[in-house]
């Protein structure tokens, strides 16, 4: 401290301060007064402007974390009143006064008892007082002061965000920014270097470096390539005291993927495959399965499968299974291993999601070729027809032929064929068929005016193997023959007036016939030369009645109604 000569007018209070530095810095924040301010501005002179009484000091200190035997000096107040006599007591009031501040009232020394975290409480403010001790009256008018705690490094940096869980894309760049960790310290960052932290990798190494003063942390090698690893656990280390010898430190572990990009293309195991299907897969159906290896995940493997070319073309067809990523192989075709034993594909699957960042890899494609052979099955006899129409007149003798079914074995073994007819339980059985050659024939005398159609099923089955059958419909058609003869349509009782002229049409009757048409009308009418014959009456034919045959009644000569019976009203006729 530095008092211009113009102080030595008056005596006055002067208080010694006694800093401890861990550095030999001093340091002088703001003083405050009752009545006059005192200011350390760096760089320049020390300077204070004082009345002619009042209180002049600078700001105390004292170092945190004091572990000494003894209570820990602060400083000393001091007037220019005091002779050293006793006469002048010094009193301290405020936070911590006669707690953690003690003041011997003698010499004005004051000590720490207690130690002090900064962290907790960084400062305190006193106020002190110097008065005569015969009289009590003040010396000095109280006045206010601090006591600032002075930061000791005796806190680690933490990172108060960690663990950490970050990604970065596979093959990126080198020199990417991953994350960026910040480390706090809670020592005085304004003094001395205890809160000034540096970064620096522990674990990670060569594939992630930290930036000592930003703590982000990036990629140190060009392409890293997720297939080859996808995980690392990267230890950050932030160390006080600018990182060097003696500083504290803490660490936090950064845990990083790498996400994946489309930088593999699909490829198929093998470039030939086989494959069996059996001649008796139904179209539509799946008859196998393939599969290209795509070592990226996600999106970036997905493909489809097509057939490029191949004499399978038109017979087969592919399509791409998303949730497996399989190329599932379907009929479009019939096979037949008697017609073609083997077919050839070949296939391609392809990405659909491209980065084009990447096509220096490609192209993204592969193709297999896939030889498909086709398995032969003992199938059921095929029938020559799908099915038959045949033909039978009625009234024909049992026994009668009515055609022939043929069946064959379609198998290269051509075995045997047997035959019989599929009857329900409940029908009548006007037919039977030879086991060996297929002919069908009557086992009654068939009427076609009761049947005129039988439809019956026929099966064939192999010698060596009854187990396969196959059927087909076989329609029998009932020929007509004249078999029946014509009957009048009903009963007549005809009424005739008695003044019907000569060749008046006096009624018309008509015939049917069971028997088809080609066997039924015409018909011919006359009157039944057996009986007596009325010869008041004529029975003619209608030549134009067709196809309702009839015949016309005239009266040859006028007679009576009946013997017996009473005139009716007749009708006139035109």
Known sequence: MK?????????????????????????????????????????????????????????????????GPDPQYVGKLHSNSDKGDGSVKYILTGEGAGTIFIIDDTTGDIHSTKSLDREQKTHYVLHAQAIDRRTNKPLEPESEFIIKVQDINDNAPKFTDGPYIVTVPEMSDMGTSVLQVTATDADDPTYGNSARVVYSILQGQPYFSVDPKTGVIRTALHNMDREAREHYSVVIQAKDMAGQVGGLSGSTTVNITLTDVNDNPPRFPQKHYQLYVPESAQVGSAVGKIKANDADTGSNADMTYSIINGDGVGIFSISTDKETREGILSLKKPLNYEKKKSYTLNIEGANTHLDFRFSHLGPFKDATMLKIIVGDVDEPPLFSMPSYVMEVYENAKIGTVVGTVLAQDPDSANSLVRYFIDYNAEDDRFFNIDANTGTIKTTKVLDREETP??????????????????????????????????????????????????????????????????????????????????????????????????????????????????????????
Not at 18 to 46: D, P, W
């Open 3 to 67: 008092i211009t000569s113009t102080s030595c007018i008056c005596p006055v209070l002067v208080c010694l301060c006694f800093v401890q530095r861990c550095y030999g810095t001093t340091h002088h924040g703001s003083i405050r007064g009752t009545r006059n301010q005192t200011k350390h501005i760096e760089g320049e002179t020390e300077v204070h402007h004082r009345p002619k009484r009042g209180w002049v000091w600078n700001q105390f200190f004292v170092l945190e974390e004091h572990m």
């Open 453 to 574: 159609w039988y439809n019956i099923t026929v099966a064939a089955s192999e010698n060596d193997n009854p187990s396969l059958l196959s059927h087909v419909t076989v329609g029998i058609r009932v020929l007509d023959v004249n078999d029946n003869p014509p009957e009048l349509a009903r009963e007549y009782d005809i009424v005739v007036c008695e003044n019907s002229k000569p060749g008046q049409v006096i009624h018309t009757i008509s015939a049917t016939d069971k028997d088809d048409f080609a066997n039924g009308p015409r018909f011919n009418f006359f009157l039944d030369e057996h009986l007596s014959i009325n010869p008041n009456f004529t029975l003619k034919d209608n030549e134009a009645a067709a196809p309702s045959p009839s015949g016309f009644v005239h009266a040859r000569e006028m007679g009576a109604c009946g013997p017996a019976m009473p005139k009716p009203s007749c009708p006139r006729l035109v």
